[in-house]
């Protein structure tokens, strides 16, 4: 691996250095007593792994508030408990057994790279998405059943409608999880579902009467 | 649906709006230009879901800077391309392929429950963890070669050393990615380890020369 | 002090920035009228210290509306003008002869710490609480006389009955106080006891006729 | 006790209601797991129990934040175990030895009727408060070495440099108990002065280094 692994980029090191002499420093007992005691995040939040969107920063979460699973488009795959690796499944299990978080939120976005993905694979226009050996492509497979639902929507319309139907199906999906699903139905657990207007800064909110978003 | 998933609490509702009048307002042409122009990220981070680490705080990053993903101990599964569902996988080829990034950062951390988890099923203490129906078992199965790595270490030492342990091994996990060792080699990506002790708000960096961690 | 005293944390920071754009901005007449005109609280409130027991929330109470007074297990020392510093007998005293409220309300809770110290103590399982110089027992002992009172019944009903008995005591006390009673039996204030049940979220009122605790 | 104490009036009954039909419904989960898992609160908070400051609508903090004690004038006195019933000093040994909090926290505010209190006391104007039987008075004895350090500026700025000083005097006087310096020496707690001014929503913040309020 020598040639391989790096040293930190300097600009990098230098904004840790910064952080250590303010931010950790104002807060060292803050940070010590959350090694010291352990995490106790009220909130899991699924959300993508896109670059603009921080779940963090839209609520004002310190350290130690929200547990965060981030994957391309935010999706939850249904329970299917093979004894393969599932990366999703496990942090899911994590949170509501080990943690006992509160709330499940599922945030998706718009301008979303990964739906746009599904959208072009599932029309047709991403053949190399198509293929068995893209993990991207296999992935974004979960979001089929969303496709479904849309594509007889204008086509202005149409992806921001899967954006939010990856929400509406992560949800659906969560609630196949056996312990999910008896947390919620005990009442110690409720599910959210969000979707972040970028270039607005707005939040909508699924309404599951509804069944549409609303601004928050 | 409907008795299942709830509105946000008012709480997060106000943090929200007052994000909305203050961060997002003063932010806004940022926002905007996210929005229309796409995402550039410079790097992947492949960190942990617990609430206690958010790669954005220690590094002073903006939306738009960090591709993230998380997960259960910032594991990277080997390369696997069997038509399944691989969410890191995925998210790492969105990275190298689609944005290009020119780092991916793998960051572990200590007091992370799933290490400490890992290293209790291997040392036969957490029989739970070993049945084929736990999610969070079979996905702390990629970090069993670690195990192996560290068992003879003092106990005081070892479950540090699996922490670091998760770390090398999602390097070279890493690097058996075509797409990430053909970038890496080509001099169009490199790849950085880093360890954060929470407590002491310190970050020690891979050195593969000498394979071990050093604070920068 | 110079290093002790520090910078508030920036969530914080954050979150008062949001406050004052939103909330305080929205509602700047009523801020404006508060400070121009004074406080006309209707209600005195004296509850816990505990961070899971807002009486503002319960109550929908806006600024304004609740003088609050919160110390460990809502207790009120007897009537004692010894000419030390009594900061409960103070609260009380500013809140009956120069507010004029026309209620006091104690509000204790289930899952009360102080009140299981207090359980504790008083069966000989806390030693370090029985000592002179612990603030913590020292100021637990005013609840000893419901102890007394509560140590006959089921342990599995003990500490509930106590949590009770520290409203029960705190009525009792607040009688001692020659204003109080003078402003209550001139039919000018009402006392009121309630207990809180955290996790179902109901409020329990005392009924002085029947002595015990009753469902809202 | 039967002529004293009343049902609760109907109009809080109501909220209370409403309260438990929407935010508690909306957050049972939330609040059943504070019930089961305890508190753990990241800040204790030294307010006063004036109706008009209320610290967790200024953070937007939620049941579980914050650990709140409120006196007249939010006056912290010097440590002194003498076996007395300290109802302060017993809030403060909870927080620090109990519950561990990073950090303790003096909201002081404009337009205190305490402050002003003391001012009119030391001044000689308020011979009512010099009684020995007033609790008021013998409380705001603790402000007395403040008066002393601001009595000699103009007088339109007096009261609100008394207010100042009360968050001031707290804060050393907090360093006067064992526990508390040994907490902060360690790294473990940090001490925070803050001054609400009411009409303008604003906070000022103590910077130990120049000894002067700042607009945060």
Known sequence: MKEHVRPLPS????????WRATTYTENRPWYRRLAD?????RAMV???CDSRVHV????GADEGEFFIHRNIANLVPPYNPDGDHHGTSAAIEYAVRNLKVAHVIVLGH????????????CSGHAPELDEKTSFVGTWL????????RVKDKPETERVTALEREAVVISLENLLTFPFVRAAVEAGDMSLHGLW???????????NPESKIFEPI
């Open 37 to 41: 005691a352990g995490q106790h995040p």
């Open 196 to 206: 972040n207007d970028i270039g607005e800064g707005m939040l909508w909110q699924f």
């Open 110 to 121: 718009s301008q979303c790279g990964g739906v746009a993905g599904c959208h072009a694979m």
């Open 141 to 148: 497979d979960l979001l089929r059943p969303g496709f479904e």
């Open 46 to 48: 699924i959300s993508c």
């Open 56 to 59: 963090t920063s839209i609520f």
């Open 11 to 18: 600009y990098l090191t230098n904004r840790y250095h910064g």
